[in-house]
């Protein structure tokens, strides 16, 4: 076996031809292929992610999207800023075994100036591997820990307190006051026995969309385990998704774990994806959760969902099964090159005969989105504007058992606001000089809260919502409704991409947030400067 410093061009240019790792699920990255993924005439499941690097570089490659120059070797100092803004930190490579090590930071520090002002600050150390296995790579694997410290803007701190995480990134441990302490890891086993199939064994996220949000399946939450099969054939890709999900919505801060640890539910998906044409795309979505124990036993993981045919389950829904079931779909359109109009529609309850006795039933509870994306817009190369609505009626999600709520380990699988809100968001990004990018995101959100224990107004996923005003005959809802709060936020971020191997940037922040209803405002003005290997997506904007 031979090792090596690998340089960064062929371990992407020459590994990922036929790499069955996927790409990290970062919106950045996905940022740098998107125009060619989404161009008119090319047939591309881009709702369907994280996306496999082959079925990537089988539209576009690495070095179509990046240009970069090396420098000479010459000197000391060009031979340093090769090794770091193009190589691997080491990589193995053999005739059947490729093998690479990478570090994962984010050293990032800043001032909150609103309100009390205080130090932000966030330390993570951390390791990413993978490689491939085998002459012709149909076997990858990947796998990254993180260890954390962090101290958090004002509004956060309550937040982590009571659901006792971090949002999208692990179970919190107090330390000095209001700071913590968090971990986490992910990974899996990506094999493609051949183009039509591949099987995943991890534990990561997935994400069911073309937009920012997902109504469907979004990675908003933490890292969960999961069985993936994806199908590709002609026009069509279906994707069965089976998981695990914690219930951990009874756990207060700071609780050490029994031996038993928390309580567990699963989940079964399906997602049939359709190029009907060269600009047209369609999805069918479902779902199911069900907890692993019922009144009477262990339930484990139910054997009939594990069907993976699609609208097996509204059928045993229709039978009167207790489990908490979804459905979905998705549209693309692309009208002209270089744009896409897309949408989505969650329907988790309906009662049709209940709902003629007057507006807004309470069962009657769907989530929808719509929203557009145009590339290279006045030619200019590598700018992207994208806008969306997201909006989710109020009880969406939730189920008359807890325990079975769209929701793993205190973050809703779906919109961070969970149900009862409309949002709007805007965002513009432009990458210039190759390396130098920029990005604005405004969002505006209206939610209706609870204004105390004994309301439910629709936006908390962890009430039963057989617990709610006028039960049964629960009429007159609409979005909003409760303690009506409005929640605007404008983030800009400017930075240098370093090593786009692992997404290594130098990135200034500056991210001001609005928060207000009838009891109280909050206001945040924060400033931060980082150096970070961005690797997937935070949410930490609402």
């Not at 690998?6 to 919106?27: D, E, H, I, K, Y």
């Not at 567990?264 to 359709?274: A, D, N, P, T």
């Not at 988790?348 to 069962?363: F, K, N, Q, S």
């Not at 290997?533 to 930490?540: C, E, P, Q």
Request: aromatic share 16%; with cysteine; glycine share 8%.
């Amino acid at each position: 076996m031979r090792f090596k410093l690998t340089l960064l061009l062929l371990v992407c240019a020459s590994v990922a031809q036929a790499q069955q790792n996927n790409l990290p699920l970062n919106r950045n990255i996905y940022n740098w292929y998107e125009p060619a993924l989404q161009a008119q005439g090319t047939l591309f499941h881009t709702a369907i992610k994280p996306y496999r690097m082959a079925e990537v570089e089988a539209v576009v490659s690495y070095d179509s999207v990046f240009d970069l120059k090396r420098v000479s070797n010459d000197r000391f100092f060009g031979k340093v800023w090769n090794w770091i803004g193009y190589d691997t930190i080491v990589g193995v490579s053999t005739e059947d075994f490729h093998f690479r090590i990478d570090p994962v930071i984010n050293f990032g520090a800043g001032m909150d100036l609103a309100g009390n002002s205080n130090a932000v600050w966030i330390n993570t150390r951390g390791i990413s591997a993978m490689g491939d296995i085998g002459a012709e790579r149909k076997v990858s694997f990947a796998a990254t820990f993180r260890e954390n410290q962090g101290d958090f803007p004002n509004y956060l701190v309550p937040w982590i307190r009571y659901y006792n995480v971090v949002p999208g990134q692990g179970k919190v441990r107090s330390f000095k006051g209001d700071k913590f302490d968090f971990a986490n890891a992910s990974g899996y086993v990506s094999y493609s026995p051949s183009k039509i199939f591949n099987f995943q064994l991890g534990h990561d996220r997935n994400f069911i969309g073309d937009g920012y949000r997902s109504m469907l399946m979004s990675d908003n939450a933490v890292f969960y385990p999961f069985f993936k099969i994806s199908t590709t054939v002609w026009r069509i890709k279906y994707v069965n998704i089976y998981t695990e999900f914690t219930n951990a919505s009874s756990l207060p801060p700071d609780t050490v774990i029994e031996v038993t640890g928390l309580p567990r539910k699963f989940g079964s998906f399906h997602y049939l994806s359709y190029d009907v044409c060269d600009w047209l795309q369609v999805g069918l979505f479902e779902g199911i959760i069900w907890p692993a124990n019922d009144s009477t036993r262990y339930r484990g993981f139910d054997v009939n969902y594990l069907n993976p045919i699609i609208f097996f389950r509204p059928i045993e829904f229709g039978l009167g099964s207790p489990d908490n079931a979804m459905m979905g779909a998705t549209i693309k359109v692309k009208p002209v090159n270089n744009a896409i109009l897309y949408g989505q529609f969650l329907l988790d309850d309906l009662d049709v005969a209940a709902a003629r006795g007057g507006d807004g039933y309470y069962r009657n509870k769907f989530g929808i989105q719509a929203g557009f994306k145009v590339f290279n817009p006045f030619k200019i190369e590598h700018l992207t504007i994208q806008g969306e609505m997201n909006q989710a009626a109020p009880y969406t999600y939730a189920h008359k058992e807890p325990e079975q709520n769209y929701v793993h380990y205190n973050q809703p699988m779906a919109h961070p606001l969970g149900a009862n809100f409309r949002e709007f968001i805007g965002i513009v990004n432009y990458r210039f000089f190759e390396r130098f990018y920029v990005e604005a995101k405004l969002q505006k959100a209206t939610i209706g809260y609870d204004n105390g224990p004994d309301e439910h107004f629709g936006s908390n996923l962890y009430i039963s919502d057989f617990d709610i005003p006028n039960f049964p005959d629960s009429y007159g809802n609409f979005i909003g409704q409760g303690l009506k709060t409005n929640i605007t936020s404008t983030d800009l971020r400017g930075g240098f991409l370093i090593n786009p191997s692992i997404n290594l940037n130098i990135e200034g922040q500056i991210f001001m947030r609005n928060f207000s209803n009838e009891n109280e405002t909050i206001k945040t003005t924060l400033f931060m400067l980082a150096l970070k290997t961005d690797l997937f997506n935070h949410y930490y904007d609402l």
